[in-house]
Nanobody, 121 residues
Framework: QVQLVESGGGLVQPGGSLRVSCAAS????????MGWYRQAPGKRRELVAV???????DYAEAVKGRFTISKVNAKNTIYLQMNSLKPEDSAVYYC???????????????WGQGTQVTVSS
């Protein structure tokens, strides 16, 4: 099995910054892509940012220029640096990972439990 554990959420004022982390562990052979999604109350879960095995990144239009996704391969860990936060960024942020795991080199897609980010004065 594969487990994802997020950390670093919290309360921040508008215009402030926050960094969330996600560490993957378990029977991982390789990870093809990891990313962050978010879900606000009454809304669908949406993509925020993804990073692939070759370090390609993609961002939602709403966060481009403000958020940066990065990773440390040796730790199977990704980070999301969030700057110039707005109240509309408030949501539960979920980590996602896709890749291959043992046994049998099977594919996996895993989700973390989520971390709350609240932007409010």
């Amino acid at each position: 099995q594969v487990q994802l554990v997020e950390s670093g959420g919290g309360l921040v004022q508008p215009g402030g910054s926050l960094r969330v982390s996600c560490a993957a562990s378990g029977s991982i052979i390789s990870i093809n892509v990891m990313g962050w999604y978010r879900q606000a109350p009454g809304k669908r879960r949406e993509l925020v940012a993804v990073i692939t095995v070759d370090n390609s990144t993609d961002y939602a239009e709403a966060v481009k220029g403000r958020f940066t996704i990065s990773k440390v391969n040796a730790k199977n860990t990704i980070y999301l640096q969030m700057n110039s936060l707005k109240p509309e960024d408030s949501a539960v942020y979920y980590c996602n990972a896709e890749g291959r795991r043992s046994p049998y080199y099977q594919t996996f897609r895993a989700w973390g439990q989520g971390t709350q980010v609240t932007v409010s004065s």
